[in-house]
């Protein structure tokens, strides 16, 4: 069965930090360009950072640079987001998802991915 399974998140205060984890299962995620996106209630889909099949090219919304660090370890099936400094609108469900068609790169437009994961909530508040 092949899955994607996010973790880590939480609630945390401002200013605080989370590292959210996207697990594989099924399937090699070395295979794959990767990317986080979120969404938060009442707001569109936004792609937060991803990054290309060999970690080589990453890319990050202009929202979260500086702030969110990605990377992803193929021996362990498995991708990270590094997320420090929170402010309360990143609060969001954060989904991870995979692109097969991307080769040595990735882009944060969410009509590349095709395999998303189920979630894990981010609540940034005092």
């Known amino acids: 069965q092949l899955q994607l399974v996010e973790s880590g998140g939480g609630l945390v205060q401002p200013g605080g930090s989370l590292r959210l984890s996207c697990a594989a299962s099924g399937f090699t995620l070395d295979r794959y360009a990767i990317a986080w996106f979120r969404q938060a209630p009442g707001k569109e889909r936004e792609g937060v950072s991803c990054?290309?099949?060999?970690?080589?090219?990453?890319n990050y919304a202009d929202s979260v640079k500086g702030r969110f660090t990605i990377s992803r370890d193929n021996a362990k099936n498995t991708l990270y987001l590094q997320m420090n400094s929170l402010k309360p609108e990143d609060s969001a469900i954060y989904y991870c998802a995979t692109a097969p068609r991307l080769i040595g790169i990735c882009v944060l437009s969410d009509g590349e991915y095709d395999y998303w994961g189920q979630g894990t909530q981010v609540t940034v508040s005092s």
């Open positions: 990054i290309s099949r060999s970690g080589g090219r990453t």
